[in-house]
């Protein structure tokens, strides 16, 4: 079955914050003092459409994943600086993963990013625990940036990786 990525429907909004709050509450991630708080922004996927883009993964009618694209100045990005695009709350649903969703979701976001004029690079910030993430970041092409790392709330720190387009 063939995955399918374009931009989020209004109509598919609540499903989207469930699946990405539970994609993140079921690999552990939310495990941090702050983690409540998050969880309310991972949920909240129109806020997220009117500052940026979210993206879906589907097949068969079926939300298999979703990621929110922050192109350069968008109020959405954490760490970009000047000419870099930046993508984050990467979530796949358990139907999604091993299929390739995550990665149609990130080589979707490369796209975009080589589509903007003056776009030279795409960063993202990660937890260590995500592990199949890393992997798969790594395989397309990033690069650890470690002077780049920071804790957005106390005893949480991002890993951050960037790539050149």
Do not use: K, N
Request: aromatic share 6%.
């Amino acid at each position: 079955m063939d995955i399918e990525i374009r931009a989020a429907l209004p109509a598919e909004y609540e499903e989207l914050g469930a699946l990405t709050a539970q994609a993140y509450r079921g690999d552990g991630l939310l495990d941090f003092e702050e983690g409540e708080g998050y969880q309310q922004l991972l949920r909240d996927v129109a806020g997220r459409a009117r500052a940026g883009e979210v993206l879906v993964a589907a097949a068969g009618g079926t939300l298999l994943g979703t990621v929110t694209f922050a192109a350069p100045g968008s109020p959405l990005a954490d760490i970009s600086g000047p000419a870099e695009a930046e993508f984050r709350m990467l979530a796949v649903a358990p139907a999604g993963r091993g299929r390739g969703a995550g990665e149609a979701l990130v080589r979707a976001c490369l796209a975009r990013s080589r589509a903007l004029e003056g776009v030279t690079h795409v960063v993202l910030s990660t937890q260590r625990s995500m592990r199949a993430a890393r992997r798969l970041y790594e395989r397309i092409g990033f690069v650890r940036t470690p002077e780049r790392d920071w804790d957005p709330v106390p005893g949480l720190t991002l890993l951050t990786y960037r790539m050149e387009l």
